[in-house]
């Protein structure tokens, strides 16, 4: 199993290193556009003495859009990584190898996610090292937040692999799953608190376990330690394992029914 899974880690590393700086440094752009964005609204709406809501005021507002974008960064990336790595293997015939070799969609699953972790750990240490200056914090919690957004990583995955089947099925569909993920983004509160929201609003955020996750790495810097941090925990931990298997059941049903389409 374990030779099956590193296997799979050593293609994509060699895959992604084709083009090194670009690989490398696209995980930075695209981790600053929104961040970036977000702290100029901030700083211009602070500066003409905007006090702040919950959870956002002055002296917290760089912390809090930093943490949001490194979950928004691992987001993307996991909902996005199978979907653009289908849609290649796909063009190229080879995804068929794949089907019929005897390899546990797990460790397609697992593979692939864990062969990003070389950009995804540039992306976790730029945005850790830039917030700790900032507002230092404890290298405990540092390495808590790291488990956490890990976890959340490979959530995201499980959904990510259900758009990746899409791809190889039917592309008339990935625009719902554009849709989807943009729509999820934004019921994440990952750049403003979950009070701009109505509680009606509210109410659908708080089942959506990229909000527990970044509210918790939130507290965590901070050094909220309360009863809420477990509830949170157990919304990663749940999204973490059930995802994945969704996201297989999902992607083995798929192609066995469908096939591949559209070459």
């Known amino acids: 199993m374990f030779e099956k899974l590193i296997a799979i880690i050593e293609k994509e590393i060699k895959l992604n290193f084709r083009y090194k700086i670009n690989y490398l ?15 100029l609204v901030y700083f211009g709406l602070f500066s003409l003495g905007f006090e702040g809501i919950e959870g956002l005021n002055p002296k917290t ?12 960064s691992f987001f993307i990336l996991g909902f996005e990584v199978f979907y653009l790595k289908f849609l290649s293997e796909k063009y190229w015939q080879t995804f068929q190898a794949i089907l019929i070799a005897p390899i546990n969609k797990f460790n397609l699953l697992f593979g692939i996610g864990l062969a990003e972790s070389i950009r995804l750990m540039i992306i976790f240490l730029s945005i850790t090292i830039i917030t700790y200056i900032v507002i230092p ?32 099925s039917n592309e008339n569909y990935i625009f719902i799953f554009e849709l989807i993920s943009a729509t999820w983004i934004f019921l994440s509160c990952l750049y403003y608190p979950i009070t701009i929201f109505p509680k009606a609003i509210q109410k659908i955020v708080l089942l959506n376990p990229v909000y527990h996750s970044v509210t918790l790495i939130r507290e965590l810097w901070s050094g909220s330690i309360n009863n809420s941090l477990w509830t949170h925990f157990f919304w ?11 996201g297989v059941f999902l992607f083995n049903k798929a192609t066995k029914t469908y096939g591949i389409k559209g070459y």
């Open 25 to 39: 440094g696209g995980s930075i752009t695209n981790t600053l556009r929104l961040t970036i964005l977000f702290l």
């Open 61 to 72: 507002f760089i912390p809090f859009i930093l943490l949001g974008g490194l979950i928004s």
């Open 137 to 168: 914090t404890k290298v405990i919690y540092i390495f808590a937040i790291l488990l956490v957004t890990l976890l959340t990583y490979f959530g995201i995955l499980g959904a990510g692999l259900t758009k990746g089947m899409i791809t190889l």
């Open 236 to 246: 990663v931990l749940g999204f973490a394992v059930i995802s994945p298997l969704i």
